[in-house]
């Protein structure tokens, strides 16, 4: 236990705790942004954010990941605020803590591994593409001078980790170039023209609604949708900064500790949140490993708010935009357009129509099921070909079948099957088969009853342990018959 500790705390204090000033410097326009974009104040997100970072460092089951308000979360929300209003807001946020931790409870993150390559690599593109997208708005028609600071900002994040690693390069961006905003002024937007920002600490909050079935109502299909989103970018994103980092998470951890900061920030006036894949490359980039740098960025944002809101709210918005411009280069997995290249057919086009969905929906959960489900659907149709070897000698017929049997092959092996046999002695030889499910099974009923009327002997040669097992538990024939 106590190695542990050190190991997920302790481990390069430094390197970590300057990691999370900088992810702390980048979460409070995003967080800003989504508070608007779900139609609340803006303190209701940066609350969150410092909630959410603050407490998943201690609950969550990946080092390093950031978790706070998140923009998936903001977009599913906007018609319950638009409605209801904040309190309900504040309601739904509580439930989907709760179904967060229940999943968790349940160990939902075993569910990670029917999730393909190509989905994630859908996943990943989709989301640097999008945060590429999110920062036009703040880059493009503005001024010459905001071209000047994004562009100078690209290029400290760019050359100095090459000469100078001791402190990271988006830091140095924010303070050398926020110190030459604040000595020579410049037509740049600032942090400020996003919102404004409240200098007090987050109080104690039971959500002002009427505790009945139908606020239950009311809030359950937003809690759901909450619940599912923040899981599924936040059991993604930690998969990630797995393979970023060479290490792993338990996900099953991840997903009970993003149901408790949820219900926490619930409770404390914030939004929803999950894991958050541009500040967790940042983060993970600027050479952080442990909880600390998770528990640094919540505790340096409150900080920032409280102590230094008047300084904040100077921050150029060219430069966060840059840094995350240069985050969504990152997160891109170039060596995509080789895949694409290489890999069959049906996996680019999973990969494809994940990017699509996401771009289309502005939703990553939907896009994964929906890549997901289509490479079932090709994962299905792939091993349902059936093939079925006639051999005859005398009045006996063996049919030797070979493939996957269940409900996607099962036509295939009828059709390869002469039912107008008569009088004979026919077997059904499945060496190389594996019967899978209740279609499988039915099938090879229908076919031996079909054979019987016919006054053929029908037997059933050499199956396997779990075939055998499938056919005594369903199958209506004759135990006899089975060889």
């Excluded at 599913?76 to 709760?98: C, H, K, S």
């Excluded at 909450?226 to 059991?235: D, N, P, Q, W």
Aim: glycine fraction near 8%; charged fraction near 15%; include cysteine.
């Amino acid at each position: 236990m106590i190695e542990t500790f050190k190991k997920e705390w302790l481990t390069d204090p430094k390197t970590n705790i300057l990691a999370g000033i900088v992810v702390a410097l980048a979460l409070i326009p995003e967080a800003i942004a989504f508070s608007i974009i779900a139609g609340v104040d803006p303190m209701v997100g940066l609350y969150a954010s410092f909630i959410i970072a603050v407490s998943i460092s201690i609950l969550g089951g990946r080092p390093a990941m950031i978790s706070a308000a998140t923009g998936a979360i903001a977009l599913l929300v906007t018609p319950l605020v638009r409605e209801y209003g904040v309190e309900y807001l504040l309601a739904a946020t509580l439930l989907m803590g709760l179904i967060q931790l229940i999943l968790g409870i349940l160990k939902i993150g075993k569910l990670m591994k029917f999730i393909p390559k190509s989905v994630m690599l859908g996943f990943v593109n989709a989301l640097a593409i999008m945060i590429f997208m999110s920062q036009i708005e703040h880059i493009f028609g503005i001024s010459i001078s905001t071209y000047l600071y994004v562009g100078v900002t690209l290029l400290i994040v760019y050359v100095v980790p090459r000469f100078f690693k001791a402190v990271p390069a988006p830091l140095i961006a924010i303070v050398v170039l926020t110190a030459l905003y604040l000595y020579m002024g410049a037509d740049v937007r600032t942090v400020g023209d996003l919102g404004a920002i409240e200098r007090t600490l987050p109080s104690f909050i039971i959500p002002d609604v009427p505790y009945t079935l139908e606020t239950l109502r009311i809030i359950l299909p937003f809690s759901i949708s909450m619940a599912i989103v923040g899981l599924v970018e936040s059991l993604l994103t930690a998969k990630i900064v797995d393979d970023a980092t060479d290490s792993y998470s338990s996900k099953n951890r991840e997903s009970r500790g993003q149901g408790v900061s949820n219900i926490i920030a619930g409770f404390f006036g914030g939004m929803g949140g999950c894991a958050m894949i541009g500040q967790s490359i940042i983060n993970v980039r600027s050479g952080a490993t442990t909880r600390l740098s998770t528990f640094t960025a919540g505790m340096v944002l409150i900080f920032l708010i409280i102590v230094l809101g008047d300084l904040v709210v100077q921050v150029p918005m060219p430069i966060l935009a840059g840094i995350m411009v240069m985050v969504s280069i990152g997160t891109f997995d170039w060596g995509s357009f080789k895949y694409m290249t290489r890999a069959p057919r049906t996996d680019v086009v999973v990969m494809v129509v994940t990017v699509s969905i996401v771009l289309m929906t502005h939703n990553l959960a939907i896009g994964v099921v929906a890549g997901v489900i289509l490479s079932a659907l090709f994962f299905a149709t792939k091993i349902s070909n059936v093939e079925v070897e006639k051999t005859e000698s005398g009045n006996e017929v063996n049919y030797r079948i070979d493939g996957q049997v269940f409900f996607a092959s099962v036509d295939t092996m009828m059709n390869q099957i002469d039912l107008d046999d008569e009088h004979r002695m026919i077997e059904l030889d499945f060496t190389n088969a594996h019967i899978w499910d209740d279609s499988g099974v039915d099938a090879i009923d229908t076919m031996i009853t079909k054979m019987r009327r016919k006054d053929n002997q029908v037997y059933i040669r050499n199956l396997n342990k779990d075939s055998r097992k499938i056919i005594n538990e369903l199958s209506m024939i004759n135990k006899e018959e089975l060889v």
